[in-house]
């Protein structure tokens, strides 16, 4: 029982807060870590529950709001977390819920289906790793509150004054624990932004709020049109084909809703969600959306005559060229193929994903005649330049493998064989490469210039790209081969580094070289090898001291420590690599005692190719609109 003064811990109470211990021992199981992407998980995992509440359509809007202090606030108008008494624990649901693992809202009335199966911990791990917590809901027209610190609660739930007529609603406040949380860990507005965006664009209607008071920028999100709407913001900037296609079905309890937009660009654009959550690693809702429309596109070819008995059908690559697609699924038990490697795994829904997707879009198909024959020619256009890419890439690997033993004569390649201890950097433009070879150690780091020119071809497919002579270099350089030929034991560098400079072009080189590793050579990604360089923006010197600033707030920061004004001292901002001499390009940026390297994620890498698409895209006013608003804020640009 809840008692009104004292409040004390029985012997239920101890074993529930044991687990909550188990969660601060070890929040890689909960949250994946303590890292920046599990601070984010964490209002991921709050704002999920709400999202929830919209999904049993009991809620449609949702704020969260970020505080100075870094705490956040998540308030939703649904119908409260209930505050009845749970006969099993005897004591509020409430309570229940904020303090006990995977809890989720499978009690008191209701089949209420609970996040606990989408991020799949429960807002109980958010508060076991949170400095404080605080829970308001409103419910029945009272306002129910309590108060927890790193999990244990400071007292019971408490009627605390009235809810507003009508009102009810769940605001939960918490701090995260800088204890868990360190090395100046915050959140990042950019990647919430994007994930809210995701969320309010797969849960149609419902109204997403953020606010940062740490920066006073603001963002609502509202999407009536739900996925069709999500379809219509990723062409945004790019020629279509036809109108969005789009399905909704329910079937037995489980919901596919999909829609469906070609381009004229060549990449492709798919989302897979499941329960909201961006499975980023896709799983069978994306295989049958995939299936459906290649068997759909190839039945309606030979239909229409475009595909004769016996040319080959088209594959699965044809026609996912300027597919712009969202899939979002909607299951009450989804089944992941682990923690945090988001992809969905139950088999039913790829048969039922192939059926909802394949019948919409035949019937589409023939409704529409010119919007299929247009379909069908972009098909046909991929198949025959990817027939021709194959012949240009096998040549590539076939050379490169016969001058394996030649390596590039641009190469300056270490002494050192053990891939375990050797580096590769690749520099933009030969006077950094000039610098960079000079300042290396040539014992174990090997330099590879690249000429930013050649590689910068607009509008380019990454198809031809290959042929050009800069990334056959590469390709060579690295030993892996690539795409299905790739091979990491092959590797002969166990860093690869890019190191580019910090302005537009820079950015635009590594987006593009991200963007080549992310669709040819994923596993080295993946495993961990591929870094960027993080070299200085400012030398400052002043009297005999000379030091370097990587960040706007470095800068500020050392001359403060030097005691000095920015016009006092003498500050040089580096352009480029190329400003630099050997020793400092080594000091700063390549001694593995000094610098920083940023390790490239898998997300990284898909967000610069997503950014690709922009960048070297047909469309060109928006590529301009990009540079130009990022111009000023180039180290932001990179990933
Ligand atoms: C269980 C049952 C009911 C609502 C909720 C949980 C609920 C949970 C959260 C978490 C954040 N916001 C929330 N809003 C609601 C339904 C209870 C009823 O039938 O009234």
Redesign the pocket.
């Known amino acids: 029982m809840v008692k009104e003064s004292s409040y004390s811990y029985e012997a239920k109470d101890i074993q529930v807060l044991e687990g909550l211990e188990a969660v601060r021992r070890r929040p890689g199981m909960y949250v994946g870590g303590t890292d920046i992407k599990a601070l984010h998980h964490l209002i991921y995992e709050v704002v999920d ?2 999202i ?2 919209a999904l049993a359509g ?2 449609d809007r949702i704020e969260i709001k970020i505080h100075p202090d870094s705490s956040v606030t998540v308030r ?1 108008n ?5 505050v009845d008494i749970h006969p099993q624990m005897k004591k509020p649901a409430l309570e229940v819920v904020m303090t006990t693992l995977h809890a989720g ?1 499978k ?4 089949s ?1 289906k ?1 996040s606990g199966g989408l991020h799949g911990v429960g ?1 109980s791990a958010v508060n076991a790793l949170s400095e404080w917590c605080e829970v308001r809901v409103y419910r029945d027209g009272k306002e129910h509150f309590q108060r927890y610190e790193r999990g244990y609660p400071q007292g019971p739930v408490e009627v605390i004054g009235k809810a507003p007529s009508g009102v009810t609603g ?1 605001t ?1 406040t918490y701090k995260f624990d800088p204890l868990i949380f360190k090395e100046d860990l915050d959140y990042r507005f950019d990647t919430l932004v994007q994930r809210f965006r995701e969320m309010a664009f797969v849960t149609r209607g419902v109204t997403l709020y953020f606010l940062d008071e740490r920066s006073d920028r603001e963002m609502t999100f509202h999407f009536e049109g739900g996925i069709t709407s999500f379809v219509r913001y990723l062409n945004r900037n790019r020629e279509v084909l036809h109108p969005v296609v789009h399905v909704e079905r329910e079937t037995d309890g489980i919901t596919i809703d999909a829609a469906i937009q070609y381009t004229d660009a060549y990449a492709e654009s798919v989302y897979a969600f499941a329960n909201t959550i961006n499975t980023i690693d896709g799983g069978t809702h994306l295989t049958g959306l995939r299936a459906a429309l290649t068997r759909t596109i190839n039945d309606y070819a030979r239909r229409i005559g475009q595909l004769k008995d016996a040319d080959p059908n088209f594959t699965g690559d044809d026609t996912r060229e300027g597919l712009t697609a969202i899939i979002s699924v909607k299951h009450p038990d989804p089944q992941f193929e682990s923690q945090t490697k988001v992809k969905l795994m139950n088999p039913e829904v790829q048969t039922l994903a192939q059926q909802v997707v394949g019948e919409a879009f035949s019937t589409f198909l023939e409704e529409n005649p010119a919007a299929g024959k247009a379909i069908v020619a972009k098909c046909l256009t991929s198949a025959r330049a990817r027939d021709a890419a194959r012949k240009a890439r096998d040549l590539v690997i076939r050379k490169s493998a016969l001058e394996s033993l030649t390596l590039p004569g641009k190469l300056a390649d270490c002494s050192e064989r053990d891939p375990n201890k050797t580096e590769l950097y690749i520099v933009e433009g030969d006077s950094a490469g000039g610098s960079a070879k000079q300042g290396r150690d040539r014992h174990f780091q090997a330099i590879l210039p690249l000429r930013g020119k050649i590689l910068n071809t607009e509008r380019a497919r990454l198809d031809k790209i290959l042929a050009n002579n800069e990334v056959k270099a590469l390709i060579s350089a690295l030993g892996t081969s690539i795409g299905e030929s790739f091979d990491l034991s092959g590797l002969r560098y166990g860093r690869v580094v890019l190191m580019t400079d910090a302005d537009v072009d820079g950015s635009h080189i590594r987006t593009l070289l991200l963007t080549f590793f992310f669709r040819y050579m994923q596993q080295l990604i993946e495993d961990g090898h591929l870094y960027i360089a993080q070299p200085p923006l400012y030398r400052i010197a002043y009297k005999d001291k000379i030091r370097f600033a990587y960040t706007e707030a470095d800068k500020e920061k050392i001359l403060s420590e030097l005691g000095v004004t920015a016009e006092k001292a003498s500050l040089q901002r580096y352009k480029g690599l190329g400003e630099m001499n050997p020793d400092q390009l080594w000091e700063t940026t390549m001694d593995p005692t000094r610098r920083t390297l940023l390790l490239v994620t898998i997300e990284d890498a898909a967000e610069a190719d997503r950014t690709f698409d922009m960048l070297m895209g047909s469309a060109v006013p928006p590529r301009k609109r990009f540079i130009q608003t990022h111009a000023r804020e180039v180290r932001n640009l990179d990933i």
């Open positions: 529950n709400s929830d509440e009991a809620c939703d649904g119908r409260g977390i209930p809202g009690f008191g009335s209701g209420y609970v807002v769940t939960t």
